[in-house]
């Protein structure tokens, strides 16, 4: 089996940038995916493909992929934005895993 | 509007089964991959298993296998999981979702059904 790792919780002030890492295995060769869940409701995905947005999600979301480590990065972060978000990675080893989740306290 | 429903969670005893429906809709299911997800009170987001658009082709969570069985009608655009064997530790709320097969995410998830495995 594979692990992603992520921080259990990040913290920041509204307005600020968040950056929230997933380090896991040949990072850089998996498809990563992030999803964003909220108190109470289903995950909605965010990033996929590394870095794409779909439609309707803000571009202040953003992702990176490089190495053994993938990075949510949330820019001019909102109240709104305080979730759990759980990155996601594929592969034709590991196939579907997800990483542990991370809070994120738009304080 | 496209959209996935589930149905079928209940409170069940340890060593009891289940199935759970997640109907689809607003969508050509016979055309996509599926998955269900389930989340434990409190805890992260645990792959459980897909199948193919066809269902030729399944996949398990090493901790499933020979317990549950996912499937799918596809004249019905519905599919199934199947759980035997319970155990405390599948109490969960169970998400299906459907599969973006170019890039490998989820793009669109259900609601979710509650599972509860207790004596």
């Known amino acids: 089996s594979d692990d992603l790792t992520q921080p259990p919780s990040v913290s920041v002030s509204p307005g600020q940038t968040a950056r929230i890492s997933c380090s896991g295995n040949?990072?850089?060769?998996?498809?990563v995916s992030w999803y964003q869940q909220r108190p109470g409701q289903s995950p909605v995905v965010v990033i996929y493909q590394d870095t794409k947005r779909p439609s309707g999600i803000p571009e202040r979301f953003s992702g990176s992929n490089s190495g053994d480590i993938a990075t949510l990065t949330i820019g001019g972060t909102q109240p709104m934005d305080e979730a759990v978000y759980y990155c996601?990675?594929?592969?034709?080893?590991?196939?579907?895993?997800f990483g542990g989740g991370t809070k994120l306290t738009v304080l | 509007e496209v959209q996935l429903v589930e149905s079928g969670g209940t409170v069940v005893q340890p060593r009891g089964s289940l199935r759970l429906s997640c109907a689809a809709s607003g969508f050509t299911f016979s055309n996509y991959w599926m998955h269900w997800v389930r989340q434990a009170p409190g805890k992260g987001l645990v792959w459980v298993a897909h199948i193919k658009s066809d269902g030729s082709e399944t996949k398990y969570l090493d901790s499933v296998k020979g317990r549950f069985t996912i499937s799918r009608d596809n004249a019905k655009n519905t599919l199934y999981l199947q759980l035997n064997s319970l155990r405390v530790e599948d109490t969960a709320v169970y998400y299906c979702?459907?599969?973006?097969?170019?890039?490998?995410?989820?793009?669109?998830w259900g609601k979710g059904t509650t599972v509860t495995v207790s004596s």
């Open positions: 979702s459907r599969e973006d097969r170019t890039w490998y995410y989820m793009d669109v």
């Open positions: 040949r990072m850089e060769h998996r498809y």
């Open positions: 996601q990675a594929w592969d034709t080893t590991s196939f579907w895993v």
